[in-house]
């Protein structure tokens, strides 16, 4: 059975790249790719088309990846990039660097994400560890919620002064693959590349840790080592999704609770299928977002944002009946 459900979830993700490679502002044609000769829809699938494809399935599986980790290691539902304040830290790091650079494209902007993520990452950890004991998971989604308020501040602080790029820097903060191409992609590589490896690494032991942090310390699990492995591999691909697509929410809280209800709680199991099945929710709404009002493009992450606000919403109300039952 389990089996059949991956070759659906196989099938769902090999559809949902066909489609986000042919449908657009420009509807191509595999008749004309595949025919010799250089035609429009040749130089928009590989200028375009495909680099985007590639950058949003990156994305998706990254933030779902992350989501899945972060839940997992603080056994809380709603655990996610944006709840630990990586998604706003990287924002913010952004919109510095084009402040300093008075540009919203380029390899700084990128370089500005990334740093962002780290220094967000480092920051909520210190935070939390300035506690001991079995509060510092709550310590550290606490801090992370607040300093997520903190960087929004921020944001607005440097926007209100930078008007000359507000209105791209705003598109840019909804989340949007417009205009990202083969540099985004070469940038974001390697540190995709290695947060992927990183947050596979850690299955073995999120899965010594369902039983809680006593248990998996008996089993010779280290929890503190175990925590910043996370966090690194968190603020890695949190970043490398931020540089190829700006602020996107819940990919990384709804593909895990999906997951975890079709193919089971083990870690390993979740975290390879959360980066599938967020690599689907977010080519299906990157490619929403081309043709609902096509030739304009709205932000990606106003349709994640329209899934995932009701999804977020009946769990918080799922925990509060649970708590009182």
């Not at 494209?105 to 210190?126: D, E, R």
Request: hydrophobic content about 55%; charged content about 10%.
């Amino acid at each position: 059975m389990k089996s059949v459900k991956s070759i659906v979830l196989f099938i769902l993700f090999i559809a949902a790249v066909l489609c986000s490679l042919v449908f657009g502002a420009q509807r191509l044609s595999f008749f004309e790719l595949f025919s010799d000769g250089d035609s429009f829809s040749k130089i928009i699938f590989y200028e375009l088309r495909l680099p985007r494809t590639i950058l949003v399935c990156i994305a998706g599986g990254l933030l779902a990846g992350s989501g899945a980790a972060f839940q997992g290691f603080f056994r809380n539902p709603l655990a996610d990039p944006g709840i630990m304040g990586l998604s706003g830290g990287s924002t913010l790091g952004a919109v510095i660097a084009c402040a300093i650079f008075s540009s919203t494209a380029g390899i700084f902007l990128n370089i500005g994400a990334l740093c962002g993520a780290l220094s967000a990452g480092f920051l909520v950890t210190v935070l939390a560890f300035k506690r001991k004991g079995a509060s510092v998971t709550v310590t550290l989604l606490l801090c992370g919620t607040a300093l997520a308020s903190l960087y929004s501040a921020f944001i607005s602080i440097i926007l209100a002064a930078d008007s000359q790029h507000l209105h791209s820097m705003y598109v840019w903060m909804l989340g949007s693959f417009s205009g990202r191409g083969w540099n985004e992609v070469k940038i974001i590589l390697l540190p995709a590349f290695v947060g992927a490896v990183l947050l596979l690494i850690c299955t073995r032991q999120l899965d010594l840790l369902t039983g809680g942090e006593g248990s998996a310390l008996s089993l010779g699990v280290e929890v503190s080592r175990l925590r910043f492995f996370v966090l690194i591999a968190g603020s890695l691909s949190t970043s490398a999704a931020v540089c190829a697509g700006g602020t996107i929410g819940f990919v990384g809280l709804v593909a895990p609770h999906i997951v975890r209800r079709v193919f089971g709680e083990k870690s390993r199991t979740v975290m390879g299928y959360s980066m599938i099945t967020g690599g689907i929710l977010l080519l299906v709404s990157d490619t929403l977002c081309r043709v609902i009002i096509a030739p304009a493009e709205i932000p990606v992450g106003t349709v994640t944002a329209l899934i995932g606000v009701p999804f977020f919403i009946s769990l918080l109300l799922r925990r509060r009946k649970n708590a009182y039952s």
